[in-house]
């Protein structure tokens, strides 16, 4: 399991919308998003690139920090 460190999130609604958007990736699973350590944890079950994950957490409106 992968984990990343994501900025600006500051409530469950938050959440949701990362969940949503890394869940959407295909490629990604089995995705937890924290709000309490502001991390995302997903399995990746073929290789996805790291731009497309931080587009994607970027366009729901947070950045990997």
Known sequence: M???KIKGMS???????VTKALGAIDGLKDVKVDLQSSQASFEATKPVDAKVIADAI????FEIG
């Open 2 to 4: 992968k984990s990343i």
């Open 11 to 17: 409530c469950q609604h938050c959440v949701m919308a």
């Open 58 to 61: 970027k366009k729901a409106g």
